[in-house]
């Protein structure tokens, strides 16, 4: 076995160095693919080594250094952190074998650079996962963003620029004027016996400082708000913007935008600062963040509405993502351990089905040129793997078993349940019913035409002209690993459930 | 190891090696010899100003005092050395002889042969006065070498005549506002003497103290002649240091003077004049007469400095030559400096002094990479930045990461500062202000990612000239502040002990 | 009313010296002319230090020798301080006087409203 502290270390260190061996081997690029599907691998196998530990209740530490005095850079590796960046790693491999099929596929250039961006990126998705404290989190959640710019400005054409713009105006936005603002007030407030520091803590960091009157739940409740909106990669509505905007990027950026990395981050930071900063109980007691249902509710109805009039299948599929990712944010605004233990395994459900929903999209780009449902009529027969894959996705989406967003839907439910059963919950449970069944008709509604098309109605004559294929090995084999796992977990979701109940008993 | 007698000389060194070297190098003529005595001095100063620091931080203290012609104190000029000014003398100092590297080949290639040891004189007198007012402890000695730094200031950024005439305006146009400034101070310091007959800055504090106890029926309170000479100073220094809306000079004269006297400028002249009236503020008036007396110059400051963050920001967004996006950027910048020592608690205070240090890394970093553009392509249009990224890599991604440092980014020596900044805004009950600063840092997104994109987007015109990167001598100045300036931002034990020690010296802290 | 200008009149010497000087280096568009009324501006405050070391009843200070102790000097370190400012003071001169030569070299004018006008046409 590794020692947890040097597991941690090469979880992070590993996917930098490989950064480095990437770039020394440009000009070489079997040997530059090698490097990055063995640091895949690896980076996977490290964090993948800390579970065992995890699960039996250890909490794996290690501090870097110290940057400021009393701010140090540090980690703590708890079932929740330990939920994304298994994900996060694991869906980095077939990430990373997809995108060798598609950037060869495409013929894009400066592939070097797009590949040492995205260790880098990896690195900083872990980073924030295993941060101990909210200086550390913030950290790397820059440091995504920034390492993710090269990626979604790729192409270097007007339009990406253009969308590089949205896509870092919007996030760093956010996250300085909202996100870093809170956390400096969180220091002041240590000064103060406001807060009882820095670090994560169950139960969060407020109990005491209100209780004693040292901060006042008004400014509680307004870093709370501060806090939801300055993690702009969460995509809660009107701070979406930016994610409709980097589908300029190539699709394997796209898939780790997605699933993999950036707005997986978004969520996880709202599930962590609100179980370990905020405090489930403390929300509850002091009658602060009520408002976040209702902002999630809206943005779930509101981005289905608008993925039902996008033609463009990247489009469709981004706006799909701010709806699925509202209901990760639902959860936690629920406000209950199983609504939390919902958003938790919701992180993972979605990343799966969305993956494989992405990288089907960049299978139909590769091998037809197509990027628009209206071209699709009948493109099933001729990509059936990809299709096939693409119909497992949407049923996820969906959340019909038996396939894994049936589990997540399912917790959802119960958690509504029980926080209709909690005093002056009565409201938030009808509403929040509504929300989750008229969405979900909805979902049915944007993806099933996509499958109608491919599979039940024939070519065009057009499409008659121009005979293609599967997309090349290495994209379907990513694709159908995805689809598999997708599959997979709704009978066989053990690791996750398990690490969902320990965040649950950690909030309650 | 230094001989204990040369050791205690040091505070005395400082401010003689650099005028005797810079009169020798007048006189010695052109042999080429005067960037190697430039370096020479430069490299001496750094080093003892090192030493200055270690000394001031491990004398129990926090002060070493060194006086002129062993005069006794109040007779005689002393050299006072504290956490705040050993801080900005490394700074000056780590600046300058950087730069001095740097200016070898940027110089030869925008100043007239002939006119070369001229330059490396002149160059040596500015550092003389700047040193000079960081660690003189007596106010009309502060006077004088003000001036020589600023004589200095007009000539060298004159010197950019060679590559546009321009700079000879921006010179007589820096050189009226900065003689009403300097005019100013010493009215100032006439009022102050007037009151207390004492020119040296501590006994000055404590006879003022005892006047401002003991004056007045009601609420203790300064005569007016205090607060007169006091409001003289204000304005004066704050022409020195550009503060807002007393910037007007800067602009063209950062962008038209030679690279390196810009990067130079940039680095340190108005980091000297934050430096002086931190000084004056809050170790002579102090701070219940200054901000909580008849004239609450606190709020005079932050309005000042939120309107520099805000106005200047969007400023630079405004500007086409990127020498000149930097100087606006600089009267923002400048305005964080204001902003924390108008704070007027310990955070406000440590972010003031830690920004004089990281702003100076970072900007002086930056306009050595604009003035390795200059050196290349002749000039820093913007337009003709467009794809320099391929063809200068180093300089370019310099810039980048300086950028960087500007908004704010972790783990960037900028962020740091700004860490500090807001909270001690926070901390001050001035929320408005800590939402100017974190706004200034958006604003500041914009004029550096404008610069980027043109970089590493843009396409080079057809027939453009070929470019190359710059001689190693330019880059490794440039690399090393730049480096400094992350360095600073991973791991800021260092600056920050020295900045908390700084504030706490003086808020009367005991440490 | 007459005291309290009788009283300060060195103040409101200094004032309108200065503020002549100002008008000068505001008002004037000639290079030269601003120049000259820097000069008047910093001597304006030459004189301030030199009437602030008049003591009353004081005399001029060298040491008067015998049995006297009860002699009054006037403060000398003001007129020395100034000494250092003159100097000051001529050397800003001059190299205001320098870069206005070179300006009128490089621009044939030292006319501020014509350097304005030719700097704008190099933009």
Redesign the interface.
């Given at each position: 076995m590794i020692p947890p502290e040097m597991a941690i270390t090469l979880a992070l260190g590993l996917p930098i160095l490989g950064a480095l061996l990437i770039a020394m081997s440009r000009g070489v690029p079997n040997l530059r693919e090698t490097f990055t599907l063995l640091t895949a691998v690896a980076t996977f196998g490290f964090v993948a080594s800390l579970y065992p530990a995890v699960i039996n209740g250890a909490q794996p530490t290690l501090d870097l250094?110290?940057?400021?005095?009393g701010?140090k850079l540090s980690f703590r590796v708890e079932p929740l952190g330990m939920v994304y960046a298994l994900v996060a790693t694991l869906l980095w491999i077939p990430n990373s074998l997809y995108s060798i099929g598609y950037m060869r596929g495409n013929n894009e250039k400066h592939q070097t650079r797009f590949y040492v961006c995205f260790p880098l990126a990896i690195a900083s998705a872990v980073g924030i996962a295993f941060a101990e404290n909210l200086f550390t989190m913030?950290?790397f959640y820059?440091?995504l963003t920034?390492s993710t710019f090269p990626l979604v400005?790729h192409k270097?054409n007007t339009d990406a620029?253009k969308s590089?713009?949205i896509y870092?105006?919007i996030l760093?936005?956010t996250s300085?004027?909202f996100q870093?603002?809170a956390l400096?007030?969180i220091?002041?407030l240590q000064?103060t016996g406001g807060v009882s520091g820095l670090d994560f803590a169950s139960g969060g960091i407020f109990r005491e400082g209100l209780a004693a009157g040292a901060v006042t739940p008004a400014v509680f409740g307004l870093l709370f708000f501060l806090y939801i909106y300055g993690i702009g990669k969460a995509a809660l509505m009107p701070v979406h913007r930016w994610l409709p905007a980097a589908m300029v990027a190539p699709t394997p950026v796209s898939a780790f935008l997605h699933a993999v990395a950036v707005v997986k981050a978004g969520v996880f930071c709202v599930i962590k600062v609100t179980v370990y900063v905020f405090g489930v109980e403390t929300l509850r007691e002091y009658g602060q963040g009520g408002w976040l249902l209702y902002a999630a509710g809206a943005t779930i109805l509101i981005a289905s509405l608008i993925a039902m009039f996008q033609d463009n299948l990247k489009k469709r599929l981004a706006y799909s993502t701010i709806s699925q990712l509202s209901y990760v944010v639902l959860g936690v605004a629920l406000l209950t351990p199983i609504s939390i233990m919902a958003a938790t395994f919701h992180i993972v459900a979605h990343a799966f089905g969305k993956i494989t929903l992405f990288f089907a999209a960049g299978s139909i780009y590769t091998a037809a040129h197509k990027t628009q449902i209206s071209q699709l009529d009948g493109i099933g027969r001729r990509m059936p793997w990809t299709m096939g894959a693409f119909t497992i996705g949407t049923l996820s989406m969906i959340g019909v078993p038996p396939v894994v967003g049936f589990v997540s839907k399912w917790f959802l439910i119960n958690g509504v349940i029980e926080s209709g059963s909690l005093p002056g919950g009565h409201f938030d449970e009808v509403f929040a019913l509504v929300v989750i069944l008229f969405s979900t008709l909805l979902n049915a509604g944007y993806f099933l035409p996509i499958v109608y098309r491919a599979f039940f109605r024939t070519l065009s004559d057009e499409d008659l002209k121009h005979p293609h294929g599967e997309a090349p090995w290495a994209i379907v084999t990513a694709l159908t690993f995805t689809a598999t796992l997708t599959l997979f977990f709704f009978f066989w979701n053990q690791p996750a459930a398990t690490l969902a109940e320990l965040v649950r008993r950690a909030v309650g | 190891m230094i001989p204990d007698q040369l050791q205690h000389q040091i505070p005395a060194l400082i401010v003689l090696t650099p005028l005797v070297l810079g009169l020798i190098t007048a006189l010695i003529g052109r042999r080429g010899l005067g960037w190697w005595i430039a370096m020479l001095a430069s490299l001496l100063v750094f080093a003892g100003s090192i030493q200055l620091l270690i000394d001031v931080m491990h004398s129990g203290t926090y002060t070493v005092s060194y006086l002129m012609g062993n005069w006794p104190v109040p007779y005689g000029i002393e050299y006072r050395i504290d956490p705040l000014n050993g801080g900005v003398l490394c700074t000056v100092a780590l600046i300058s002889a950087a730069v001095t590297l740097f200016a070898r080949r940027s110089v030869a290639s925008e100043v007239s042969r002939d006119r070369l040891h001229f330059f490396y004189a002149v160059w040596l007198f500015c550092q003389t006065g700047l040193l000079g007012i960081t660690i003189t402890g007596d106010a009309f000695n502060l006077y004088v070498l003000l001036e020589i730094s600023s004589l200095a200031t007009y000539t060298l950024v004159a010197m950019g005549k060679g590559r546009d005439r321009r700079a000879l305006t921006a010179a007589i146009n820096y050189l009226v506002l900065g003689t009403i400034g300097a005019s100013f101070i010493l009215l100032g310091i006439g009022f102050l003497y007037m009151v207390t007959g004492t020119l040296n800055m501590m006994d000055m504090a404590e006879r003022l103290d005892a006047i401002y106890i003991t004056w007045g029926t009601a609420e203790p309170q300064y005569q007016k002649t205090v607060l007169t000479g006091f409001a003289f100073l204000f304005v004066g220094v704050s022409l020195k240091l550009a503060l807002f809306p007393l910037h007007t000079w800067l602009p063209n004269a950062y962008t038209y003077a030679p690279a390196a006297v810009s990067a130079l400028l940039a680095a340190t002249a108005t980091k000297v004049g934050a430096y002086i009236s931190i000084r004056f503020i809050y170790t002579i008036v102090g701070t219940d007469a200054a901000f909580r007396g008849a004239i609450p110059t606190h709020v005079f400051i932050m309005v000042s400095a939120g309107m520099a963050i805000l106005l200047g920001s969007y400023l630079a967004i405004k500007q086409d030559n990127v020498k000149k996006i930097l100087a606006y950027s600089s009267i923002a910048q400048i305005g964080y400096i204001a902003l924390g020592f108008a704070l007027d608690n310990k955070?406000g205070l440590t972010a003031a002094v830690i920004h004089i240090f990281n702003h100076a890394l970072t900007k002086g970093g930056m306009f050595m990479a604009l003035g390795v553009v200059a050196y290349r392509l002749g000039n820093t249009r913007l337009q003709d930045l467009r794809g320099l990224g391929r063809k200068l890599p180093v300089s370019m991604g310099a810039f980048t990461a300086g950028g960087?440092g500007l908004?704010?980014?972790?783990?960037t020596a900028g962020f740091?500062s700004?860490?500090y900044l807001?909270?001690g805004a926070?901390?001050a009950g001035r929320y408005e202000m800590?939402?100017i600063v974190?706004?200034g840092?958006?604003l500041a997104?914009v004029y550096v990612?404008r610069v980027v994109?043109t970089i590493y987007?843009g396409k080079r015109d057809e027939g453009a000239p070929n470019v190359q990167e710059a001689p190693i001598t330019m880059l490794v100045p440039m690399l090393l502040l730049i480096g400094a300036s992350i360095y600073f931002?991973?791991?800021?034990?260092t600056t920050?002990?020295i900045a908390?020690a700084a504030a706490e010296t003086l808020l009367g802290v005991q440490p | 009313m007459l005291d309290f200008l009788h009283d300060h009149y060195n103040y409101w010497v200094t004032i309108i010296i200065m503020m002549i000087g100002f008008y000068a280096v505001v008002a004037k568009s000639n290079l030269v002319k601003k120049a000259i009324g820097l000069g008047i501006f910093q001597t304006g405050i030459f004189l301030f230090y030199i009437s602030i070391g008049k003591v009353d009843g004081g005399t001029a200070p060298v040491k008067v020798m015998g049995e006297q102790t009860d002699v009054v000097y006037s403060n000398p370190l003001p007129h020395a301080l100034i000494l250092t400012a003159i100097v000051v003071s001529v050397s800003t001169l001059a190299v205001a006087l320098a870069i206005i030569v070179n300006i009128r070299e490089k621009f044939g004018s030292i006319d501020e409203h014509d350097l304005n006008h030719l700097e704008a046409e190099q933009e």
């Open positions: 250094w110290q940057v400021l005095p701010v913030f950290v820059e440091t920034l400005t270097g620029v590089g713009r870092l105006g760093l936005t300085v004027c870093l603002l400096l007030w220091v002041a000064h | 955070n960087l908004i704010g980014v972790p783990l740091v700004k860490w807001v909270t926070i901390e800590a939402a974190l706004v840092s958006l997104v990612w994109e987007f931002g991973v791991d800021a034990n920050s002990w908390e | -």
